[in-house]
């Protein structure tokens, strides 16, 4: 301290910078506990892919975003899959992406149909489409 009782320069920025970070944690942590409580808004589901008992489904969220699925009902003609996705207060937490997430089943899928949270039917998509539609998109980039 100086003899008026101020702080130097230096010390005020690293006292600032440091009460920016604890701003920060708390943000994320407010925005965690809200997620894992409150658990964000219900995505629709692009598509699925089948392996066994294993489900894939495709969903589209925010790059950054906290997409998690929030719950599983299998019944003997649908299985309904309820994906959630939640926007934290970050950077980079508005662009679009494709992201995916992995389900295992009691019993295999067999004739039952894949429904999302919202109700509405989702279409599978084949292995061998999604290489193929890979592919497309790769050779279109270059």
């Known amino acids: 301290m100086s003899i008026d009782g101020t702080l130097p320069a230096g010390r005020r920025t690293g006292r600032r910078l440091l009460v920016a970070a604890l701003a920060l944690v708390a943000a994320v942590a407010v925005g965690a506990f809200a997620f894992t409580r ?35 009902d299998e019944g003997d003609r649908e299985v309904r899959i309820t994906v959630r996705s939640f926007t934290p207060p970050l ?14 089943l009691r019993r295999p899928l067999g004739n039952r149909r894949i429904v999302d949270g919202k109700g509405r039917e989702v279409q599978a998509r084949s292995r061998s489409m999604s290489r193929i539609l890979f592919i497309a998109s790769s050779a279109a980039t270059l």
């Open 91 to 104: 950077p980079m937490a508005g662009m679009t992406v494709r992201a995916d997430r992995t389900v295992r």
């Open 38 to 72: 409150y658990g964000g808004g219900v995505v629709p589901i692009d598509r699925y892919t089948v392996d066994g008992q294993v489900v894939t489904v495709s969903v589209t969220a925010g790059e950054g975003n906290w997409t998690r699925v929030a719950g599983v």
